[in-house]
């Protein structure tokens, strides 16, 4: 019978650990990650609104939908990356979603204002990072 007792009590006691742990993570990923008025670049803050109104916008198809947008790799060489080819980029959203791109989708790509999206007309949506955090050189 105490084993019994003994057992029980582990099971609510794992129980207890895996629920707090899901949501743990659970609010993890609803709890945004950054300033949602800023995206980092290679170490660099830059205002969203800047980003729209110093930077020449392009007007691009992608998915049968046409948008505007900043060029990435306009911005990425602005943070001073050094030859840009030999790396890699982490795209990050604020949900903690992330992507990696090479230099030639990050050269393809651009930031739109709808939803702070790096938009890459060549790859399929799952590349696409909505509510831009970060891109980091990896």
Do not use: C
């Amino acid at each position: 019978m105490a084993d019994a007792r003994r057992l029980n009590l582990i099971l609510a006691v794992t129980a207890a650990v895996i629920l707090v742990g899901s949501f743990g993570a659970l609010a993890y990923t609803f709890i945004p990650q950054g300033d949602p008025e800023i995206v980092n670049i290679n170490g660099i803050d830059y205002a969203w609104e800047d980003i729209f109104n110093d930077w020449e916008t392009h007007t691009f198809t992608a998915n049968d939908l046409t948008y505007e947008g900043v060029l990435i790799g306009e911005l990425v060489l602005d943070s001073g990356v050094r030859n840009p080819e030999a790396h890699t980029y982490r795209l990050t959203g604020m949900d903690g979603y992330q992507k990696d791109a090479g230099w030639s989708d990050i050269q393809s790509g651009y930031l739109t204002p709808e939803d702070h999206r790096a938009v890459f007309p060549g790859l399929t949506q799952s590349a696409w990072v909505r509510d831009l955090a970060s891109i980091e050189v990896i």
